[in-house]
């Protein structure tokens, strides 16, 4: 069992910036990969960046693109993400989560452990 635990979020203004932490803790981790997506209530979640572990190869959702970074430190199972230019579209709560399977990149169904979420919510 994989176990991850997210911090960082919270209220920001338009424009404003936050950086969100993610650690991923027990024997099962994969180590393939890591990842974010974000969810409004009443929609599906969505894919929002991703990192793999080993190349470091990233990817982006286009809606945020340019705007936020994710890094990974591989000795401390952590990826981060850090937001920039935010916008109210931006609101959401937050998931952390870490890849089954090596070629896990955007899909939610190839990430099988999930954080609790942390809600970001950007006002205009």
């Known amino acids: 069992q994989v176990q991850l635990v997210e911090s960082g979020g919270g209220l920001v203004q338009a424009g404003g910036s936050l950086r969100l932490s993610c650690a991923a803790s027990?024997?099962?981790?994969?180590?393939?990969?890591m990842g974010w997506f974000r969810q409004v209530p009443g929609k599906e979640r969505e894919f929002v960046s991703s990192?793999?572990?080993?190349?470091?190869?990233?990817y982006y959702a286009d809606s945020v693109r340019g705007r936020f970074t994710i890094s990974r430190d591989t000795a401390k199972n952590s990826v981060y993400l850090q937001m920039n230019s935010l916008e109210p579209e931006d609101t959401a709560k937050y998931y952390c989560?870490?890849?089954?399977?090596?070629?896990?990149?955007?899909?939610?169904?190839?990430?099988?452990?999930w954080g609790q979420g942390t809600q970001v919510t950007v006002s205009s």
């Open positions: 989560a870490a890849a089954s399977y090596h070629w896990a990149t955007m899909n939610p169904a190839d990430f099988g452990s």
């Open positions: 990192i793999k572990f080993n190349s470091g190869r990233t």
């Open positions: 027990g024997r099962t981790f994969s180590g393939y990969g």
